[in-house]
T-cell receptor, first 114, second 120 residues
Framework: KNQVEQSPQSLIILEGKNCTLQ??????????LRWYKQDTGRGPVSLTI?????NTKSNGRYTATLDADTKQSSLHITASQLSDSASYIC?????????????FGTGTRLKVLA | GAVVSQHPSRVICKSGTSVKIECRSL??????MFWYRQFPKQSLMLMAT?????????EQGVEKDKFLINHASLTLSTLTVTSAHPEDSSFYIC????????????????FGPGTRLLVL
C-alpha cells in the first residue's frame, strides 16, 4: 500500500535549537519527494525536492536527506526561529501508468517557543 | 513568481446553499490545477485534478455532482460545493502546475492560500 508516514506528530522546541523531522514511505514506484511548510490557515510552500539519486539538499536553514534504499527522508531545521512554527508535510510522487500521483503525509506540527 | 490566489479566503453559508471557490494562477498559465480538502489536524486530501478545457478527474469517493469543477481558462479554475452540508465544512486548497517553470519532470505544485468553508 502506498503510504507516507511522518514522525513525530507534533514537536515543541525552544528558539535557536535544532530539530529533525522524519518521513518514511512505502510508495512505489518512486518519482520524487518534497517537503512543504504549511503555516496555519495557509497553503503549503515547497521547501525542497529530492529525486532518487539525491542524498541531501539544503535550502537555507532547512536540510533534507533521502535514503532511497530504506525509503526514509528527514528534514533538519537549524537554529530554529519563531517563524518556523508550522506544519511540515512530506509528499511523495508516484509514477502510475504514465501519470503521477501525490501521496501526502499527515504532517508534523512544529511549535517554536521563545 | 508562481503565485496562486483563492477567493474567497473564508465563507460561511447556510446548509443547502451552493458555494463557489475560485483559484487563479496570477503570473503563469496552468494547464492543470488540483483541488484538495483538509480537515483539522489532517493532511491534504486530493479531491480532483482539473485540466483546462476538459472534464475534471475525480478521486475515488468524491462526488462529482456535489463538487463541480470548471477549468475554463488557463488561469482560472472554480470549485462549486452544491447543496452544502455541515460535514462539507473544511479547508479547501487548490494548486497549479507551471510546466514552463520546472524543466524536466519535477513539476512543482504551487498552492493557493486556501478557503475556509463553514456550513451552518
Amino acid at each position: 500500500k502506498n503510504q507516507v508516514e511522518q514522525s513525530p506528530q507534533s514537536l515543541i522546541i525552544l528558539e535557536g535549537k535544532n530539530c529533525t523531522l522524519q518521513c518514511n514511505y512505502t510508495v512505489s514506484p518512486f518519482s520524487n519527494l518534497r517537503w512543504y511548510k504549511q503555516d496555519t490557515g495557509r497553503g503549503p510552500v515547497s521547501l525542497t525536492i529530492m529525486t532518487f539519486s539525491e542524498n541531501t539538499k539544503s535550502n537555507g536553514r532547512y536540510t533534507a536527506t533521502l535514503d532511497a534504499d530504506t525509503k526514509q527522508s528527514s528534514l533538519h531545521i537549524t537554529a530554529s526561529q519563531l517563524s518556523d512554527s508550522a506544519s511540515y508535510i512530506c509528499v511523495v510522487r508516484r509514477r502510475s501508468s504514465g501519470t503521477y500521483k501525490y501521496i501526502f503525509g499527515t504532517g508534523t506540527r512544529l511549535k517554536v517557543l521563545a | 513568481g508562481a503565485v496562486v490566489s483563492q477567493h474567497p479566503s473564508r465563507v460561511i453559508c447556510k446548509s443547502g446553499t451552493s458555494v463557489k471557490i475560485e483559484c487563479r494562477s496570477l503570473d503563469f498559465q496552468a494547464t492543470t490545477m488540483f483541488w484538495y480538502r483538509q480537515f483539522p489536524k489532517q493532511s491534504l486530501m486530493l479531491m480532483a485534478t482539473s485540466n483546462e478545457g476538459s472534464k475534471a478527474t475525480y478521486e475515488q469517493g468524491v462526488e462529482k455532482d456535489k463538487f463541480l469543477i470548471n477549468h475554463a481558462s488557463l488561469t482560472l479554475s472554480t470549485l462549486t460545493v452544491t447543496s452544502a452540508h455541515p460535514e462539507d465544512s473544511s479547508f479547501y486548497i487548490c494548486s497549479a502546475r507551471d510546466p514552463n517553470r520546472d524543466p524536466g519532470q519535477q513539476e512543482t505544485q504551487y498552492f493557493g492560500p486556501g478557503t475556509r468553508l463553514l456550513v451552518l
